[in-house]
């Protein structure tokens, strides 16, 4: 089915998934129409999204003529935004750091910056999750996890929220990413002088398989930003679905074991990144009874193939007890998301301890007039104000 819709008006962004549905109604594939009038093609359906991401003919790159200098330098020579055998070198390379096992090490440390965090919101009558949780823990762990020294971060949300939104065409965007580098450049050069016991340090000492300074700093460039915009938004995402299901937020706190299962079901059915699944034919491809054509773009809305009713039942509804594993937020195949433990822990860890320790938090502010971000990349809260009463 080939449709011609357009997603960027204001009642799409505020709430996506009436026009989500319609078009999963009319066919698991669509013809769309960007707000910068470049066409391509739109999955909305679960069976076609694992088709897509599942079939190694589709590329990830992305044309970069024409764009600035520092900017082609980082988008070319992305782990994203590669295809193999470029991909799977660069893939080999930081997977290692990113194993549950890895990961689960990190468990004592993020439950203390949590902690550390959660004790901010004590006594206070009114606060923003985002700012006072959400952001900063991911923030400071992938900080650490990368060895980026603590007194240098304040300028990173600032860079991170101008490249996540992902307009390679603007002014802003390619500065954001030429000042990164520039910082990430003397920072290599401070950490090769004095080798550290840290991500960077590692990637830096690697011999053989080395990456080359773009691809350096694009790596840098790539799990800062992945490794704290999305989870900030799961941390998000989950408060703001907790409070719209009452009964299923009295569940968790009866039953904390539910937590783990509660984080999956907030990434099927609010899933931090919206449709950051970019792929390019390189051949036709059927996708149910439309023929795409080589050279074509091709995304897929995450949001929408995660409430896909034949493969979810009651798709719209947040039942943390559903727990069968089949959503794609962090992706399917080859690129599948390396940070999906890091994430999945951080989640399950802010969202536990939380709870626990606040277990009457409510939303100072009715769900309806919460903004969302802008942007078709993310779903997540620009501020999420909530009040708490108990004393930890
Ligand atoms: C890839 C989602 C957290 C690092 C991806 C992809 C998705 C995704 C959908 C695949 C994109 C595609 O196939 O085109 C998410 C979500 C997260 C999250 C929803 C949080 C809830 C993280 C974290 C890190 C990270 C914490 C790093 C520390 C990456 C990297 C890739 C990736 C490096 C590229 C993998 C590749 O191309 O081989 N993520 N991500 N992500 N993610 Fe995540």
Same mark, same amino acid.
């Given at each position: ?56 003919? %589709?590329?990830?790159?992305?044309? #970069? +003529? *024409? ?8 988008? &070319?020579?992305?782990? !994203? $935004? ?117 991500? %960077?340090?590692?990637?830096?000492? #690697? +011999? *053989? ?8 700093? &694009?790596?840098?460039? !790539? $799990? ?117 433990? %890091? ?50």
């Amino acid at each position: 089915m080939v449709a011609v819709v357009a997603l960027f008006s204001d009642e799409y962004q505020a709430d996506p998934h009436p026009a989500l549905a319609g078009l999963r109604r009319s066919g698991p594939v669509h013809r769309v129409v960007s707000a910068a009038d470049v066409p391509f093609w739109l999955v909305t359906r679960w069976t076609e999204a694992r088709q897509v991401l599942a079939d190694p003919s %589709l590329s990830k790159r992305q044309p #970069v +003529d *024409g764009l600035p200098q520092e900017l082609q330098a980082v988008l &070319s020579t992305q782990l !994203l $935004l590669r295809d193999p055998p470029d991909h799977t070198r660069l893939r080999r390379l930081v997977s290692g750091a990113f194993t549950p096992r890895r990961i689960e090490d990190l468990r004592p440390r993020i439950e203390q910056i949590t902690d550390r965090l959660l004790d901010g919101l004590s006594g206070a009558p009114e606060v923003d999750l985002i700012d006072a949780l959400a952001f900063p823990l991911p923030f400071e762990v992938i900080c650490e996890l990368l060895g980026i020294p603590a007194a240098e971060r304040g300028s990173f949300r600032g860079w991170s929220n101008t490249i996540i939104l992902g307009d390679f065409g603007s002014a802003d965007l390619a500065e954001a990413v030429r000042e990164l580098s520039q910082y990430l450049r003397g920072l290599f050069a401070r950490k090769r002088a004095q080798p550290t016991d840290d991500l %960077l340090g590692a990637l830096l000492a #690697v +011999d *053989g398989d080395r990456l080359d300074e773009d691809e350096l700093i &694009s790596m840098a460039v !790539l $799990l800062l930003v992945a490794g704290h915009e999305t989870t900030v938004n799961l941390i998000g995402n989950a408060v703001y679905l907790l409070e719209r299901w009452p009964e299923q937020k009295r569940r968790l706190l009866d039953d904390p074991g539910l937590v783990p299962a509660a984080i999956e079901e907030v990434l099927r059915m609010a899933g931090p990144s919206a449709m950051s699944t970019y792929r390019v034919t390189t051949r036709p491809i059927t996708l149910g009874d439309t023929t795409i054509p080589a050279g074509e773009q091709v995304l897929i809305s995450l949001l929408s193939v995660n409430r896909d009713d034949e493969r979810f039942a009651d798709p719209d509804t947040f039942d943390p007890s559903r727990d069968d594993g089949g959503h794609l937020s962090f992706g399917h195949g080859s690129h599948f998301c390396l940070g999906a433990p %890091l994430a999945r822990l951080e989640g399950q860890i802010a969202i536990g301890r939380l709870l626990a320790r606040y277990p009457d938090i409510r939303l100072a502010t009715p769900w309806q007039e919460l903004r969302w971000r802008p942007g078709l990349l993310m779903h997540g809260l620009t501020a999420l104000p909530v009040r708490v009463t108990s004393r930890p």
